[in-house]
């Protein structure tokens, strides 16, 4: 599950390395041909499937699944509903479809004492307790159209509309049962602590939405440091009220192989634990179990970029283990191929990868110019919409780039969008601790240390600052030609904010603000080859339809089968996006909700759809043979 990479650490971007590696038909599965069995090549050339498809650089990712016999279970357990993940997703289902009158079990492979989900960010889109912050409502519908925009309508409408219309609903789910005086000590809420002009940000055609709760320990009443993730602990009360609706937790139980009747339907899955094997009889499961970054070899079989970038980059590509993130290790996409189901097609987008050194970012005090090793800017630096600058890989190594920001940075602040790249400072007590390290900053070569988005904890990052551009040039390591044209180049970027215009690179001008006020402050770093990652967290998974029902290549239903949360495609395209920080762990949250709700109340009904769909599929493929050659005629 690749819990051996922190989210820290694998920010500080150390040098990742993969297979150089083509998978491209390593896609499909084999149908099953009993209970407990994966298909042979007969039955996987039936469906379509191509057997020998898990190959990558030689190397199997794939594999074939176990087959696991009746005399090896040792427990036997019937339910309603399997929900295989007790992440973020799988907690929420479990929870709404117990409460619901649904009989569930829940098979999580961490152990209760130690179990923790990833992140802490939670987009919602009008959640009551974000209004309640004097927020005013979203227009949900321009919140749908921005999700889709920035997939380019690549994404599944009905997921898009869903995060848009019932994200906030969820929030609101989840804090329902969690004690206020937990709530009050870990929120924190992104927005401006002075107001702002408007609800909705738009910079550059990218628009971006206030909403997201953080749920950090900012107090460090946990005792694992200030402002650690503590969304662990406010979901914990999900997990307990679920316990209290009959909900039934497989703690420390690694799920191995769903099970599937001659049809091919999926009635269960069976678990390993410290006793030995655990099969769970169900009318539905859902896959609930994370991403494939924690998997290197699935990483470079299936997002092309990753790969591709270490390719062109000269990275060593021999070995996969240095392509894991800080995710899952994929077992549950693995477990669906091998049932039949597709992986959503390409381009595969995964959270944070590929984008070299990125841009030396002056995160404490907002969104700023950006000056290469000639002094001169060279993009729009107003885009800086989370993992979008790809280009920046592609760039020469050993490039110095700067960010320069100046007394203004709280003026600034208010016109930033709610992007995880621009300020941290949008909340109240991130505002209070960069003002007082601001305050108290260390004039010159040495820097001083300030808070900033770098991941989870009371992280910081060295600032330079001084009375004059001129000194923090040299401060930032420019010299001669290179001197000269950054001085030269703030003067003329001056002179068009003046006068309200970027006529070099169209950055909008409500962030055209002048470097004019002292002090003045600056980051640096250089572009480096040597670091491709693979992504904190991959972000595609298996083809479903709105009903969460996972497809076969043949455009049937896998019935009994369900997928939300990062096993679920159709959410993001390319790369993950921040129309609001923490939209990753929201749509999951609602999904997880959402997928409960719906199969506790429609599961009769969804496996009558199966049977529909798989008849009107047989039907198209009767009426495709009776074609004459060339198609029917124009």
């Excluded at 036997?76 to 409460?99: C, N, P």
């Excluded at 307790?129 to 519908?141: F, K, Q, R």
């Excluded at 924190?188 to 738009?202: I, L, T």
Aim: charged share 20%; net charge negative.
């Amino acid at each position: 599950m690749g819990m051996g990479v922190s989210r820290r650490n694998f920010l500080k971007g150390a040098a990742l390395a993969g297979v150089g590696a083509t998978a491209a038909t390593a896609l499909a599965a084999c149908s099953p041909k009993s209970a407990d069995t994966t298909a042979t090549a007969e039955t996987a050339n039936a469906s379509g499937a191509t057997p020998d498809s898990s190959t990558a650089h030689g190397q199997s990712w794939l594999g074939e699944a176990p087959e696991i016999a009746d005399a090896d279970i040792v427990e036997t357990i019937d339910t309603e509903l399997l929900v295989v993940g007790g992440g973020q997703s799988g907690v929420i289902a479990a929870r709404k479809a117990a409460e619901l009158g649904m009989k569930v079990v829940v098979m999580e492979m961490q152990p209760e004492d130690t179990w923790s989900p990833n992140g802490c960010d939670m987009g919602t889109v009008n959640a009551q307790a974000y209004l309640e912050t004097g927020a005013e409502p979203l227009d949900e519908m321009q919140v749908m159209n921005e999700w889709q925009l920035r997939t380019y309508c690549r994404s599944m409408p009905s997921i898009a509309k869903m995060y848009a219309t019932r994200s906030g609903e969820c929030a609101d789910y989840v804090r329902s049962i969690v004690p206020a005086e937990k709530l009050d000590a870990y929120s924190v809420y992104y927005s401006f602590p002075d107001g702002r002009d408007s609800v909705a940000a738009n910079h550059s055609g990218y628009t971006s939405f206030p909403g997201t709760i953080s749920y950090r320990d900012w107090n460090n009443d946990l005792g694992a440091g200030q402002n650690q993730p503590a969304f662990g602990d406010v979901l914990k009360y999900s997990i307990e009220d679920s316990k209290a609706n009959g909900a039934q937790w497989l703690f420390a139980t690694t799920a191995t192989v769903l099970v599937q009747n001659e049809n091919g339907d999926v009635t269960g899955c069976i678990g390993k634990n410290e006793s030995g094997y655990v099969k769970v009889n169900a009318k539905a499961v859902l896959m609930a179990a994370g991403d494939f970054s924690g998997n290197g070899e699935m990483v470079l079989a299936l997002n092309d970029e990753v790969r591709e970038l270490a390719e062109i980059s000269g990275i060593d590509t021999s070995d996969p283990s240095g392509f894991r993130g800080m995710g899952r290790d994929g077992s549950g996409i693995k477990m669906m191929l091998w049932a039949g189901a597709m992986m959503e097609p390409g381009p595969r987008a995964a959270m944070n990868f590929g984008n070299g050194m990125g841009v030396p970012g002056v995160t404490a005090v907002g969104n700023y110019p950006v000056f290469g090793s000639d002094g001169r800017r060279f993009y729009n630096d107003a885009q800086l919409q989370f993992g979008g600058l790809g280009f920046m890989a592609r760039r020469w190594p050993g490039e110095q780039m700067c960010c320069i920001a100046d007394g203004k940075w709280a003026e600034n602040i208010r016109k930033q969008g709610y992007e995880h790249n621009m300020s941290s400072t949008t909340c109240a007590r991130e505002w209070d601790l960069v003002t007082e390290q601001l305050n108290n900053m260390t004039m010159g070569p040495d820097g001083f240390e300030v808070y900033g988005f770098t991941g989870f904890g009371m992280n910081t990052s060295t600032m330079y600052a001084a009375e004059t551009l001129d000194e923090l040039a040299d401060i930032l390591g420019y010299e001669g030609k290179a001197k000269q044209g950054l001085l030269d180049e703030i003067a003329h970027y001056n002179e068009m904010c003046a006068a309200g215009k970027d006529t070099d690179w169209g950055r909008d001008a409500d962030l055209m603000y002048a470097l004019d006020t002292p002090p003045f402050f600056g980051v640096s770093g250089k572009t480096s080859k040597n670091r491709v990652a693979s992504g904190m967290v991959q972000m595609s998974g298996v083809l479903v339809n709105d009903r969460f029902q996972v497809r076969r290549s043949d455009e049937t239903i896998i019935k009994g089968l369900y997928a939300c949360g990062n096993d679920c495609g159709g959410r993001y395209a390319i790369q993950y996006h921040t129309l609001m920080a923490g939209n990753s762990l929201g749509v999951a949250s609602t999904q997880g909700m959402v997928a409960g709700e719906h199969i506790a109340t429609m599961l009769n009904d969804d496996l009558a759809y199966a049977d529909t769909q798989a008849e009107v599929v047989a039907q198209l493929a009767e009426e495709a043979k009776n074609q004459p050659a060339g198609g029917p005629p124009m």
